[in-house]
């Protein structure tokens, strides 16, 4: 979610699309359907430009997020960003992204950062010139599931929810054994391991700060981190509550 000019919120809802809450508490669904005028079901991340450009991440075209396990499972290119003007006329900018979640504008707004969990992966997107569109690698072999990200002032904020799946990671190379796992009860699967870790990067990909809990208990599933007033906001999803904590100052110099 996000917050508009005028104090409006932008939410990605599942099944509906991209919802407006107004001040006053009303609500409106602003964008329905994708740019070939199919459901829009799966909206996952969002932000605006400073201009009010909207920019949200399609996590599937092919599964539900109940179903997003198959997603991890099979690793399919079948997530997308698209774009809205002010007009909310539509425009994909990618759509050969692996479950693509967070997304958020670097500081000058020349391109996106877009997490792929399932990838383990951050990528950067050009958003003006001839490579706009084109995904290039930001930071990868992260060691989690990475979720939403957030933008602050010229460094990104990421969540690490949970450990990688030590299971679905071995059976990408044996697409045999990955047909035969669909047929099996989810809860065979196991649960991804809630994972207490959030960092930040700046605009060249530098981790500028890492916040890690060790014992994964006291803070863990952090999907949402928010760096506001001198204050880093955690929204853990495992025990549905909003942490605060101050961050540890230090220069980091790079050369």
Known sequence: MVFDS???LLVCVEEVGIVKIRKDGSQKTIISKLPDGSPLRFPHGIDI???GKIYFTVSSQSYSLQESFLEELFSRPNGMI????KNLTLEILNQDLYYPTGIALSSNEEFLLVSEPFRHRISSIPIFGSQRGTEKFFLTNIPGIPALISGNGGFFWVGIPYH????LDKTQEYPEIKNLLTGLPVFLFGKNIPRG???ALNDFGDITANYQDFSDSSVAGITAVLNHAGNIYLVSSTIGKIAKMK?????????
Not at 82 to 85: E, G, L, M, P, S
Not at 247 to 255: R, V
Request: hydrophobic letters at 40%; proline letters at 4%.
């Open 247 to 255: 961050p540890i100052i230090e220069e980091i110099q790079f050369f």
């Open 197 to 199: 870790l959030v960092f």
């Open 49 to 51: 430009s400073k201009d």
């Open 6 to 8: 005028h104090g409006n």
């Open 82 to 85: 698209v774009t809205a003007d």
């Open 164 to 167: 990688r799946n030590e299971i």
